[in-house]
């Protein structure tokens, strides 16, 4: 089983960035594929980006490309997402997962972290 912990959430204002780092724990961090999803307030949880195991293949969510990058370490058992041209929809709860991309880019997630709190203010 591995344990993701996130970090770097806050707030932040519209236009403005910020990195999320997600550092991952107990199974070999290597064997899979990463995520990154998020939750706003009375919505339901939506996909937002993954990266594949070398890290070579990337996928998001229309709402974000162009703004949003995710990227990993393996040496450092850790997935980022870089947000930039903030805008007030990107406030959410954001949650870093592990699963399974398809060669198709399907995300399969089987493991989440217990999220991170990012607010865009205008």
């Known amino acids: 089983q591995v344990q993701l912990v996130e970090s770097g959430g806050g707030l932040v204002q519209a236009g403005g960035s910020l990195r999320l780092s997600c550092a991952a724990s107990?199974?070999?961090?290597?064997?899979?594929?990463m995520g990154w999803f998020r939750q706003a307030p009375g919505k339901e949880r939506e996909f937002v980006a993954a990266?594949?195991?070398?890290?070579?293949?990337?996928y998001y969510a229309d709402s974000v490309k162009g703004r949003f990058t995710i990227s990993r370490d393996n040496a450092k058992n850790s997935v980022y997402l870089q947000m930039t041209s903030l805008k007030l929809e990107d406030t959410a709860v954001y949650y870093c997962?592990?699963?399974?991309?398809?060669?198709?880019?399907?995300?399969?997630?089987?493991?989440w972290g217990q999220g991170t709190q990012v607010t865009v203010s205008s």
């Open positions: 107990g199974r070999t961090f290597s064997i899979y594929a």
């Open positions: 997962t592990v699963g399974t991309l398809t060669h198709s880019g399907t995300y399969y997630t089987e493991a």
């Open positions: 990266i594949n195991l070398s890290g070579t293949n990337t």
